[in-house]
């Protein structure tokens, strides 16, 4: 609560008993700055007096805390009768818990809600909520709808705030139990990763081992391929003179093994 009439009146709220305490609460209800009444609450020698003897106004006080115009309608012999201006105040905060739970308010709720009868006092209310601070949105008289940008924070009574911290404890848990699986997967996802790098070095190791394998094939093969080469050209060299022999020997042994060495080296 920040204004400054707000602030005054609690001042006042105090030390007034009786009377004055409940003349002080009726002109809280009505005034037009005043929208958190919780505050007042808090007071206990002001609660104290109201529930001793005015606990219909009491009540009427936590209405404006934190119900609405629907609560007040549907169950009055709760509440004092209320003022017109006290009514429109109803009203403003009816406005903006609606606002609070949704951007985009069809007139047809709006009617329903505030209990309004026409579409222009309906709009006339809309902007004196928008003057008041209450909410601050656009008329879209084409659709007949409030967009809203902004509402005002109602209070919040001890109801509403334990069934808020159930459900931010609930919200806690289940973000702990998602932190747990997101760890999880990450672990596991690590231990892949892990295992596809070991598999693809050993992969690598052997792809590397073979080809160390294969070039000293290689290298053995050429030596051997030149050794044999060299072996042909001594043959080849020594052929001429075993095919011609002497030219005075006629001996059939030598020519019979030039043939066998001239088929041993053109033999496939």
């Known amino acids: 609560m920040s204004s400054q009439a707000a602030q005054q009146f609690l001042l006042l709220a105090k030390s007034v008993r009786g009377s004055a305490a409940v003349d002080l609460v009726t002109r809280v209800l009505e005034h037009p700055d005043i929208f958190g009444f919780d505050e007042f609450l808090r007071l206990e020698p002001l609660v104290k007096s109201l529930t001793a ?11 404006f805390a934190y119900g609405t115009l629907p609560d007040y ?28 739970h949704a951007r985009m308010l069809p007139y047809t709720l709006l009617l329903k809600q505030l209990q309004i009868e026409s579409v222009r006092e309906l709009e006339d209310l809309i902007i004196d909520g928008i003057y008041a601070q209450v ?58 990763k892990k295992k596809a790098l070991d598999e693809q070095d050993k992969y690598d190791k052997e792809m590397l081992s073979m080809i160390k394998i294969v070039d000293l094939q290689a290298q053995s ?47 496939p």
Not at 53 to 63: A, G
Not at 76 to 83: E, G, H, N, P, W
Not at 247 to 254: C, E, I, L, R, V
Request: some cysteine.
């Open 53 to 63: 003897d005015h606990i219909q106004l009491l009540s009427t006080l936590e209405l």
């Open 221 to 267: 093969g050429g030596r051997r391929d030149n050794n044999e080469n060299n072996n042909n050209s001594s043959t080849l060299q020594g052929l001429p003179s075993m095919l011609s022999g002497n030219a005075d020997s006629k001996q059939g042994g030598t020519k019979k093994t030039a043939r066998l060495a001239a088929k041993r080296f053109f033999r």
């Open 135 to 192: 909410i601050r949105g656009k008329l879209d008289q084409l659709n007949e709808r409030l967009n809203v940008e902004y509402a005002i924070a109602r209070d919040i009574n001890s109801v509403a705030f334990d069934r808020m911290e159930d459900v931010l404890d609930k919200w806690c848990k289940n973000c702990s139990a998602l932190l747990n699986v997101l760890k999880y997967e990450a672990t596991k996802a690590n231990e892949q």
């Open 73 to 100: 309608e549907s169950n009055r012999d709760r509440f004092i009768t209320l003022s017109p201006l006290a009514r429109r105040k109803l009203q403003l905060l009816t406005l903006a818990s609606l606002a609070v």
